[in-house]
């Protein structure tokens, strides 16, 4: 780089950390990932998509009470792993139960939050406190740590409460969460991962570490109907056999509740952003979520003013390429 000005080195240097793999002179290295999830069916494909993805290593998989209580959540987790049949064994860790809504979202997502498919529960690895191994993975990891949740914040805002920010190795954290221009879809304006618990959705917003937020107004985005379900016809396993299984509950409830016919894939956008980071554009603004307000609480503000006199303290993802990113998907979760 001896001939570029400094600004060009540092675009370079931020296209190759935005690039699917982090380049090393061994070769490509895969992204440590730890995903805190409430299993729920967008949660269950977005880890089979990243299960199935080679730009990440998913090293930890944590519960957290959202779609269900954490302890069901923490089932759903073995239930994908073991129907995807996995060889790998993640780190698995388990939230407290119901912190504060005691709202849960089996409307959406089935009685057993994966449409009522009651797939059996194959143990794993046992689990440990959510925050103490997220904390323990952050503190101890040789190279830089992406967390991504696709779960309302408990777990993440009482692990980020553990660590030193200065010497944890945290890359960023992505959160699926947040309705900024849209409405919301647990509360007039408030977005269910942030509803849920909006004091811990505050705490992480508020850290020091990089954040980038995939809000409702881009996973609404993109609307998946049963035409591109036809990608899953043929697959008798894995990924796309557990797609086949799912969509059809998730798709009638979308019927039902959003009166949308087809499906908005929340968590899965969220876990592209994290492996194909190279799709979607963000923008630097600032952020805060509403823990007092009657009507308001649990929703997410972004100070949008062309002259705001507050500084950033957030990325929000602002687009992406429609039909690459719906092609990315549906060719990594056609699987067997
Ligand atoms: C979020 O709420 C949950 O029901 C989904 O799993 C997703 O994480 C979307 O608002
Ligand atoms: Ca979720």
Not at 26 to 47: F, H, S
Not at 143 to 152: D, G, K, N, Q, S
Not at 207 to 225: A, E, K, Y
Not at 303 to 316: G, L
Request: charged fraction near 25%; proline fraction near 6%; hydrophobic fraction near 45%.
């Amino acid at each position: 780089m001896c001939c570029l000005t400094a600004r060009e080195a540092a675009l370079i240097v931020e296209i190759r950390r935005q690039t699917r793999y982090i380049r090393t002179r061994e070769g490509p290295v895969k992204r440590k990932i730890i995903v805190d999830t409430d299993p729920g069916i967008d949660d269950a494909l977005a880890l089979a998509l990243l299960v199935k993805s080679p730009e990440v290593t998913v090293h930890a998989v944590t519960a957290a009470s959202g779609n269900l209580p954490a302890e069901e959540c923490l089932k759903n987790i073995h239930r994908i792993y073991g129907f995807l049949r996995i060889e790998e064994k993640p780190l698995i860790g388990m939230g407290p139960d119901w912190p504060r809504s005691g709202e849960d979202a089996r409307h959406i997502h089935g009685k057993d939050g994966l449409a009522n498919t009651y797939l059996p529960v194959f143990l794993r690895n046992a689990a440990q406190p959510a925050a103490k191994l997220i904390a323990s993975i952050l503190t101890g990891s040789a190279e830089p740590v992406t967390i991504l949740a696709l779960a309302p914040l408990t777990n993440i805002a009482d692990a980020l409460d553990r660590i030193d920010f200065h010497t944890a190795k945290v890359e960023r954290i992505v959160l699926m969460g947040g309705a900024f221009h849209v409405p919301g879809n647990a509360s007039p304006l408030g977005e269910f991962n942030i509803h849920h618990d909006p004091e811990a959705a505050r705490r992480v917003i508020n850290s020091p570490l990089p954040v980038t937020i995939v809000p409702l107004d881009i996973t609404t985005r993109l609307v998946f109907t049963v035409r591109d379900f036809d990608a899953f016809a043929k697959c008798r396993r894995g990924a796309g056999r557990l797609a086949r299984n799912l969509l059809p509950f998730y798709l009638q409830a979308h019927r039902r509740y959003h009166r949308l016919d087809g499906v908005h894939l929340h968590d899965v956008i969220a876990a592209a952003v994290v492996a194909a980071g190279d799709l979607f554009k963000t923008r630097r603004v600032w952020c805060d979520v509403e823990t007092e307000g009657e009507i308001t609480r649990g929703t997410t503000v972004a100070d949008d003013r062309p002259f705001t006199p507050r500084e950033p303290n957030v990325e929000v993802v602002s687009s992406f390429d429609e039909k690459a990113l719906k092609n990315f998907i549906l060719s990594r979760l056609a699987t067997d």
